[in-house]
C-alpha cells in the first residue's frame, strides 16, 4: 500500500501566487487532515475532513481552502501566497480517533513563499 | 503557557541507554499520543493511549491521567532511535481533527 500520498515534496512560490498541495490516500480512512510544521512549533491543524463532502477548519484556516470530493483525496488551495505560508506542510489520514488511535502521515511538503 | 509542554527539548544518549520522554499537559483529554519524526522529516504514529501503559518492542508508553502526564520510554537505545518525538493529546469534548501537539523532543543516540 502507498499509505498517504502528498505532492509536491518541495515548491517555492513568489508572493501572491497560488498552488494547490495534493493528498490522497489509499486506505479507505473517512478522516482527513492537513497541518502546517513551523520551526520550534508544534502541528497546528489547517482543515480536516470527516468524509467526503464535509470539511472543517482548524487551528489556522487563514489563507487556505479544502474540498473533499472523494475519500481519497484532500487537496489544500493556497490562494494569494504570503511569506508567512513558508511551512512544511503534512497531510494525515485515520480511522476515527477513538476507534484505532493511529494517524498516518504523508512524507510533507515543503513550501516557501518570497 | 503551551497546552503540552515536553521535556527535555533536546536529549543525547549513549547507544544502549535507557532513554525517558516526558510529556505534561493542562486539559482534560481523551486520549494522547505519540509520534516519531525522522531525519528526513517523515512523522510515525508510535502509540495512542487513554490509559495505563503500552509496550511495542523497545518501546513503551505510559500514562497518569489524574498527573496529566505521559512518559515514552526508550530501552537499550539506538543510533537509529535518532528522531523527535512528538507528544499530542486530543481534548476531551474537541473536535474530531484538533490534536493540541507538543514542540517536540530531539533525540540523539550515540554510537
Known amino acids: 500500500n502507498a499509505g498517504v500520498t502528498q505532492t509536491p515534496k518541495f515548491r517555492i512560490l513568489k508572493i501572491g501566487q497560488s498552488m494547490t498541495l495534493q493528498c490522497t490516500q489509499d486506505?479507505?480512512?473517512?478522516?482527513m487532515y492537513w497541518y502546517r510544521q513551523d520551526p520550534g512549533m508544534g502541528l497546528k491543524l489547517i482543515y480536516y475532513?470527516?468524509?467526503?463532502?464535509?470539511?472543517d477548519k482548524g487551528e489556522v484556516p487563514n489563507g487556505y481552502n479544502v474540498s473533499r470530493s472523494t475519500t481519497e483525496d484532500f487537496p489544500l488551495r493556497l490562494e494569494l501566497a504570503a511569506p508567512s505560508q513558508t511551512s512544511v506542510y503534512f497531510c494525515?489520514?485515520?480511522?476515527?480517533?477513538?476507534?484505532?488511535?493511529?494517524?498516518?502521515f504523508g512524507e510533507g511538503s515543503r513550501l516557501t513563499v518570497l | 503557557k503551551n497546552e503540552v509542554e515536553q521535556s527535555p527539548q533536546n536529549l543525547t544518549a549513549q547507544e544502549g541507554e535507557f532513554i525517558t520522554i516526558n510529556c505534561s499537559y493542562s486539559v482534560g483529554i481523551s486520549a494522547l499520543h505519540w509520534l516519531q519524526q525522522h531525519p528526513g522529516g517523515g512523522i510515525v504514529s508510535l502509540f495512542m493511549l487513554s490509559s495505563g501503559k503500552k509496550k511495542h518492542g523497545r518501546l513503551i508508553a505510559t500514562i497518569n491521567i489524574q498527573e496529566k502526564h505521559s512518559s515514552l520510554h526508550i530501552t537499550a537505545s539506538h543510533p537509529r532511535d535518532s528522531a523527535v518525538y512528538i507528544c499530542?493529546?486530543?481534548?476531551?469534548?474537541?473536535?474530531?481533527?484538533?490534536?493540541?501537539f507538543g514542540k517536540g523532543t530531539k533525540l540523539s543516540v550515540k554510537p
Open positions: 486506505m479507505n480512512h473517512n478522516y
Open positions: 499530542a493529546v486530543r481534548n476531551y469534548g474537541g473536535s474530531q481533527g484538533n490534536l493540541i
Open positions: 494525515a489520514s485515520s480511522y476515527a480517533l477513538e476507534r484505532t488511535g493511529e494517524l498516518f
Open positions: 475532513s470527516v468524509g467526503a463532502g464535509i470539511t
